[in-house]
């Protein structure tokens, strides 16, 4: 369990002191949960950014605030990307006995042999909602594709058994699939037609005046 530092600051900061933070490499940050009332607080950028990289978005953190340590997760955070920096972070306080229900990641891994045979793999499914004590919470599910033909697909139902955790989504949801990429039919070409199938405007005007003429004639 990773440990990182968090600075109290005013419950109601102002504008500007929000932007001071911000600009000292901070970001304003929010506790609430477990056993704990609403504490706002601020942790060093730098310093979140390497403790996430460590136990993952779902990861246990030990927040260490002038109150004493608290446990908790990253609840939810802003990022602004065009100043490619974060905003704000929700952690919640958590009990490491009582279960959590989060987003988790799917990562396939390895080479299916049913796309070297012209196949195409797909993901139509990135994440699944996954209830677990925290410790037990994975980081990521993996999905083992080294042996997936064209025509397979593979489900929530296969990884179930996985790990110390409950899947919420339900066993007929799609996570990988491979199959045969769809031809494009060519449009049909148009027929040819012969020139001289192709009445000249004009010439049944002036044939039809020939014979007008020749019938007044008679």
Same mark, same amino acid.
């Given at each position: 369990m990773a440990k990182l530092d968090a600075a109290t600051r005013s419950h109601k900061s102002n504008r500007s002191e929000l932007s001071e933070i911000r600009n000292n490499g901070g970001i304003p940050c929010v506790i609430y949960g477990y056993q704990t009332e609403n504490i706002s607080v601020s942790v060093k950028e730098n310093e979140f950014v390497k403790v996430i990289r460590e136990v993952g978005r779902n990861g246990v953190i030990d927040l260490q605030t002038g109150e004493g340590a608290v446990k908790v997760m990253v609840s939810d955070y802003q990022f602004d990307a065009m100043k490619n920096q974060i905003m704000h972070i929700d952690f919640l306080a958590i009990n490491m006995n009582e +279960?959590? !229900? %989060?987003? *988790?990641?799917? #990562?396939? %891994? /390895?080479?299916? @042999?049913?796309? =070297? +045979? $012209? $196949?195409? &793999?797909?993901? @139509? !499914?990135? #994440? &699944?909602? &996954?209830?677990?004590? @925290?410790?037990?919470? @994975?980081? !990521?599910?993996? *999905?083992?594709?080294? +042996?997936?033909?064209? /025509? =397979? !697909?593979y489900y929530v139902s296969d990884i179930r058994s996985k790990g110390n955790f409950v899947i919420e989504d339900e066993d007929d949801v799609a996570l990988v699939t491979c199959h045969v990429p769809a031809v494009e039919e060519e449009p049909e070409e148009d027929e040819e037609i012969d020139e001289a199938d192709v009445p000249v405007i004009g010439e049944e005007d002036e044939e039809s005046s020939d014979e007008e003429g020749t019938e007044k004639e008679d």
């Amino acid at each position: 369990m990773a440990k990182l530092d968090a600075a109290t600051r005013s419950h109601k900061s102002n504008r500007s002191e929000l932007s001071e933070i911000r600009n000292n490499g901070g970001i304003p940050c929010v506790i609430y949960g477990y056993q704990t009332e609403n504490i706002s607080v601020s942790v060093k950028e730098n310093e979140f950014v390497k403790v996430i990289r460590e136990v993952g978005r779902n990861g246990v953190i030990d927040l260490q605030t002038g109150e004493g340590a608290v446990k908790v997760m990253v609840s939810d955070y802003q990022f602004d990307a065009m100043k490619n920096q974060i905003m704000h972070i929700d952690f919640l306080a958590i009990n490491m006995n009582e +279960e959590q !229900t %989060v987003d *988790v990641s799917i #990562t396939l %891994v /390895g080479e299916a @042999p049913g796309a =070297d +045979e $012209g $196949g195409v &793999v797909e993901q @139509p !499914t990135f #994440t &699944v909602s &996954v209830t677990a004590k @925290p410790a037990d919470i @994975p980081e !990521t599910i993996e *999905v083992d594709i080294s +042996e997936m033909n064209i /025509g =397979d !697909t593979y489900y929530v139902s296969d990884i179930r058994s996985k790990g110390n955790f409950v899947i919420e989504d339900e066993d007929d949801v799609a996570l990988v699939t491979c199959h045969v990429p769809a031809v494009e039919e060519e449009p049909e070409e148009d027929e040819e037609i012969d020139e001289a199938d192709v009445p000249v405007i004009g010439e049944e005007d002036e044939e039809s005046s020939d014979e007008e003429g020749t019938e007044k004639e008679d």
